[in-house]
C-alpha cells in the first residue's frame, strides 16, 4: 500500500498557471498532493494501491470560481512549474483520476457538473467507468504545511455483495434461484455531486454458475450510485417497496429474482424484488462502499402474496384433496357386472387435475382411467384414484364382490 504524490515545482513547458492572477500581490504557492481513498460514507485515510491511479487531471480555482491551473499527469510521478496564489485568499483544488486523458473545463461550475455518461450500463463498468475517481478540498490557504494537500479519492460506485438465508424456510418447501438481474442502473454518474439518477437501464444479470455461491459467499457486483433519498415510515424492505410511489419505483435501483419454488399447495415461477438502500428507510446507493445484503427467506416465503415485493401470479396451485363416490361398492351379482365412479378435485382450480386409477386385486376387480369397476371375481379389493401431480393426494373406494361366477 502507498500514498501518491503530485509536486508542483518549476517547468517552463507548464507557464500559465501565473498568467490568471493578475494583481501585484502573488507570491510562489509550492502545491503537493497526497491522494487517499475517501469519502462521507467510509472510513477515511485508506492508502491506495500502487498503480491504482493511472493518469490525474488537477485543477485549482480561486475564490470567484475562476480556473488558475489545470494540468493532467500520466502515471504516478509528475510536478510541474511554480503555482503563483495570493496569501489570504481561499483556493479549491480538485482532482479526477483515470479519467484516460486531459479533460477541459471553463470553471468551478463546470467541473462541479462534470458527469461521465455511457449509452448502455456494461459501458459503465468497463475501462474508464469503472476506474474513475473524484476528490476535491475547498478552502485551501497557502502556503501549505509541507507544502502538502492531501484529496480524498472516492470511485463512481458501490460494490454490492447478495447473500441468501434459506434457514427459516418451512419444511416441504422447495425454493430455488434461477436467476438474478439488477435493475434500474443509473446511465450517468455525477463526479462531484450526489448522483441521483433520472435516467436507468437494467444492469448485470446473474444465473447458472454464478448463483452457486448465494447462501456461502453471495454473488457481487457494481452499481454506480444512485441517492434517491429517503423513505418515510419505512421499517422493511416490504413497507419501502409498498411505500414507493410509482414514479420513484422506476429509477430506484433494485434487485429482482427469478426463483422455482415447489411446496404441497403451490408451483411454479415466483419472482422476489427488493429496493438497494443503507437500510430500510432509504433508496440510497452511495459511492464508494461496499454493502453486504443478506436476504432472509421465512415461513412459506410468500407463496399467497401478490404485491410490490413479491410477483406470485405465476404460482400455480396443486391437487389438495380428492374426493370420490361412492367410497363403498358391494357387488352382489355372480355375472361380471360395472360401476361407475366419479372423482373431484380439490381446489376446482388446480393447474394440473390428472389422475390414476388403479386396484389393489385385479383378479376381484379392475377399473379403468375413467373410474369404471367391473367385477372379476369374488373377494375384496382397494380401488385408489390418486393425483398425477401429487400421488400423496388421494382417494379410496372398498370394493367386495359376495358372488361370481365368471358370468357375462
Not at 491522494?35 to 485515510?45: A, C, L
Not at 475562476?66 to 494540468?71: A, G, I, V
Not at 450526489?194 to 457486483?221: K, R, T
Not at 399447495?265 to 452511495?286: A, K, Q, W
Amino acid at each position: 500500500m502507498c500514498k501518491l504524490f503530485l509536486l508542483f515545482a518549476a517547468f517552463a513547458a507548464l507557464q500559465g498557471c501565473a498568467d490568471f492572477l493578475p494583481d501585484n500581490s502573488r507570491t510562489e504557492g509550492k502545491l503537493g498532493l497526497s491522494f487517499v481513498e475517501d469519502g462521507p460514507y467510509t472510513k477515511g485515510g485508506t492508502s491506495i494501491p500502487e498503480g491504482v491511479v493511472e493518469d490525474v487531471n488537477v485543477y485549482v480555482f480561486g475564490e470567484g470560481g475562476e480556473l488558475l491551473c489545470s494540468r493532467f499527469f500520466r502515471g504516478e510521478d509528475a510536478f510541474i512549474g511554480d503555482l503563483q496564489v495570493s496569501p489570504g485568499k481561499e483556493y479549491s483544488v480538485y482532482a479526477v483520476a483515470n479519467w484516460g486523458s486531459e479533460c477541459i473545463v471553463e470553471d468551478k461550475a463546470a467541473i462541479e457538473a462534470l458527469t461521465y455518461s455511457a449509452d448502455n450500463p456494461a459501458d459503465l463498468y468497463s475501462d474508464r467507468g469503472s476506474a474513475i475517481m473524484c476528490g476535491k478540498v475547498e478552502d485551501v490557504h497557502f502556503p501549505l504545511d509541507g507544502d502538502m494537500l492531501e484529496i480524498g479519492l472516492r470511485r463512481l460506485y458501490c460494490n454490492v455483495r447478495l447473500k441468501f438465508n434459506f434457514a427459516n424456510v418451512n419444511t416441504g418447501i422447495e425454493l430455488s434461484v434461477n436467476r438474478i438481474s439488477v435493475k434500474n442502473i443509473p446511465l450517468s454518474v455525477a463526479l462531484f455531486s450526489d448522483n441521483v439518477a433520472g435516467y436507468v437501464a437494467d444492469g448485470p444479470v446473474f444465473e447458472g454458475d454464478a448463483l452457486s455461491l448465494l447462501d456461502s459467499e453471495g454473488v457481487s457486483f457494481p452499481i454506480f450510485e444512485n441517492m434517491q433519498g429517503e423513505v418515510a415510515g419505512s421499517s422493511s424492505n416490504k413497507g419501502k417497496a409498498s411505500l414507493l410511489s410509482q414514479e420513484r419505483q422506476q429509477v430506484c435501483s433494485f434487485v429482482e429474482m427469478e426463483c422455482s419454488y415447489h411446496s404441497a399447495e403451490r408451483t411454479g415461477t415466483i419472482i422476489y424484488r427488493f429496493f438497494l438502500g443503507t437500510g430500510h428507510s432509504d433508496c440510497n446507493v452511495p459511492r464508494n462502499t461496499a454493502q453486504t445484503v443478506t436476504v432472509k427467506f421465512n415461513g412459506s416465503v410468500s407463496q399467497n402474496e401478490n404485491s410490490v415485493s413479491v410477483d406470485n401470479s405465476a404460482l400455480l396451485y396443486r391437487p389438495t384433496r380428492i374426493r370420490v363416490s361412492p367410497t363403498y361398492i358391494q357387488f352382489i351379482s355372480s355375472e361380471k357386472t360395472s360401476r361407475q365412479c366419479v372423482h373431484t378435485i380439490v381446489p376446482s382450480y388446480a393447474y394440473d387435475t390428472r389422475v390414476v386409477w388403479k386396484t389393489s386385486n385385479a383378479r376381484v376387480a379392475s377399473v379403468d382411467q375413467n373410474g369404471l369397476i367391473t367385477t372379476e371375481g369374488k373377494g375384496n379389493c382397494v380401488v385408489t384414484v390418486s393425483s398425477v401431480d401429487r400421488p400423496d393426494v388421494y382417494a379410496q373406494i372398498t370394493v367386495k364382490v359376495a358372488k361370481y361366477t365368471g358370468g357375462s
